[in-house]
């Protein structure tokens, strides 16, 4: 059984960094690309980071590049280091993998960026 589960999220001020992680359980990691989603209060999910199987590839969406990055290790740990953090980043920070068509999500780590 898939699972997925985000720690890492917190209250921090802005300009402040974040590290995010995922853990995940019962699928063959090393075969699987990964995602971080998050979803803003009040709006909906949105991409944020993938990465490849291999780690070789990533992309991230254009609001998070230069700041965010994603990266993973062979533990079935995937990461997301959060720097610069802005108001606008405050939401849920999802981790994703789909598997065969279907998708599947962890519960979620909250990020507040604040003063």
């Known amino acids: 059984q898939v699972h997925l589960v985000e720690s890492g999220g917190g209250l921090v001020q802005p300009g402040g960094s974040l590290r995010l992680s995922c853990a995940a359980s019962?699928?063959?990691?090393?075969?699987?690309?990964m995602n971080w989603y998050r979803q803003p209060p009040g709006k909906t999910r949105e991409f944020v980071a993938y990465?490849?199987?291999?780690?070789?590839?990533t992309a991230y969406a254009d609001s998070v590049k230069g700041r965010f990055t994603i990266s993973r290790d062979k533990d079935k740990n995937t990461y997301l280091d959060m720097n610069n953090l802005q108001a606008e980043d405050t939401a849920v920070y999802y981790c994703?993998?789909?598997?065969?068509?279907?998708?599947?999500w962890g519960l979620g780590t909250q990020v507040t960026v604040s003063s």
């Open positions: 990465i490849s199987n291999t780690g070789g590839a």
């Open positions: 019962g699928f063959i990691f090393s075969y699987s690309d």
């Open positions: 994703h993998v789909n598997r065969f068509g279907r998708d599947y």
